[in-house]
DNA sequence: GCCTCATGTAACTAATGATGTTATATGATG
DNA sequence: CATCATATAACATCATTAGTTACATGAGGC
C-alpha cells in the first residue's frame, strides 16, 4: 500500500519556513518540494485553521509561521492535518456477528492500539523547535565537512 | 486510506479449520467470509508455501492445517502474507537531497521503526493455539449466557 | 477412460484514497 | 485597476486491495 507522506511533506515545509524571515509562497514552496502550489495549500489549510501558520494573499503575501515552535509537536501536526490513519492493516470487519472473527478483531486490535498509541507518544515527544535545531546542526556538520571544498550546496 | 485486512481474514480461516477435522474447501471458506473463492485461494498460498497448511485436489481435498497450533505466531502468519506494510504514513522520499528533509525523513523513521517493532512482537506473542483457545472461551461464554434461549446460533 | 470436483493462476474489473492539474473566484497591494 | 497570491472545486492519475471470470491442472470415483 502507498504511504501516507502529508506529515512528511508538511514537517519540510514548516522547516523551510522556519529558516526564512518574510512569507513563504505556496509558489516557492512548491519548487522546493518538487510539486505543485495547489497541493502546498492544501497541506497548509489544516495548519491555519489550527493556528499553527498564517496566509495572506496579495504582493508580499505568503505563508507565514505564527506559534511557537518549542511548543508544537509533530503530534499537533498530524492532528491538524486530521488524524489520517497510522496504520495500513486491520480487521476485515468491524463487530462481526461471528465468534471467530470477533475473537481474532480482540487480538489484533489490542496490537494495533499499542502500535498508535506509540507512535502517536513519539510524535507527541518531538517539537518542531527540537527538529529545526536539529536542521541546524546537519547543516553545520556539512559546512565543515564541505569546508573548502567547491560547490557546496544549500538546502533546497 | 483503506487497510489491508489479509491477516485479519487468514486468521479467520484458520481459526475455522481449527475447528473442523477433514479438509475445509475454499468454497466452504468464501461462503463463512462472504466472498470469493479464488480470494481463499490466494490468501492461503503464502501459508502453504511456508508449510503451514497443505492443499488437495480433487474429491475429498481442500486445505488442512498441518503445523502445530501452539509454536506458529501471528507474526508467523503475517510472514507468511510477504510483510505487507504495517504503517500507512511514510517519508515522503527516501535518500532526499535535501537536508531538511533528511532531518524530518530522520526523526520519523525512529518513530515508524518502533511502532512497527511493537506490533511484530506483539504479534509475535501470540500463536494460534492461544486464539483457539480464545474462540473456545467465547463460545463457552456464548453457550452459558444463551442457556435455555431458543435460537442460538453457531458461528458462521 | 472419463466425469466431476477442487485447487492454481492469469487477467480483468471495481473501489478507494493520495497526489497532481486545471480553472475560477476572492482578496490584498501598489 | 492590474497584478499577485491564496481558496477551492473539479477532474485526472496512480497504486493497491478486493472481487470476478475463465481456463488449466490434477485427483478420485465410477
Redesign the interface.
Known amino acids: 500500500?502507498r504511504?501516507?507522506?502529508?506529515?512528511?511533506?508538511v514537517?519540510?515545509i514548516l522547516?523551510?519556513m522556519a529558516?526564512q524571515d518574510g512569507p513563504t509562497t505556496s509558489e516557492e514552496m512548491a519548487k522546493?518540494?518538487d510539486t505543485n502550489p495547489v497541493v502546498i495549500r492544501r497541506l497548509m489549510a489544516g495548519l491555519r485553521d489550527h493556528g499553527y501558520v498564517r496566509s495572506e494573499r496579495g504582493h508580499g503575501g505568503g505563508w507565514t509561521l505564527v506559534c511557537d515552535l518549542s511548543t508544537v509537536t509533530?503530534r499537533d501536526i498530524y492532528t491538524a492535518l486530521g488524524c489520517?490513519?497510522?496504520?495500513?492493516?486491520?480487521?476485515?470487519t468491524e463487530a462481526p456477528?461471528?465468534?471467530?472473527?470477533?475473537?481474532?478483531?480482540?487480538?489484533?486490535d489490542?496490537?494495533?492500539r499499542?502500535?498508535?498509541s506509540?507512535?502517536l507518544s513519539?510524535?507527541g515527544e518531538?517539537t518542531l523547535a527540537m527538529?529545526s535545531a536539529?536542521?541546524r546542526r546537519?547543516?553545520a556538520a556539512?559546512g565543515r565537512s564541505r569546508r573548502g571544498e567547491k560547490g557546496t550546496?544549500r538546502?533546497?
Chains 1, 2 share one sequence.
Do not use: K
Not at 97 to 108: I, Q
Open positions: 500500500m504511504r501516507d507522506s502529508r506529515l512528511s511533506g514537517l519540510h522547516l523551510h529558516r522546493a518540494m509533530l489520517p490513519s497510522l496504520l495500513a492493516i486491520g480487521n476485515r456477528g461471528c465468534l471467530v472473527e470477533a475473537a481474532v478483531n480482540s487480538v489484533l489490542e496490537s494495533f499499542d502500535a498508535e506509540l507512535l513519539r510524535l518531538v527538529l536539529d536542521v546537519r547543516l556539512r550546496r538546502p533546497t
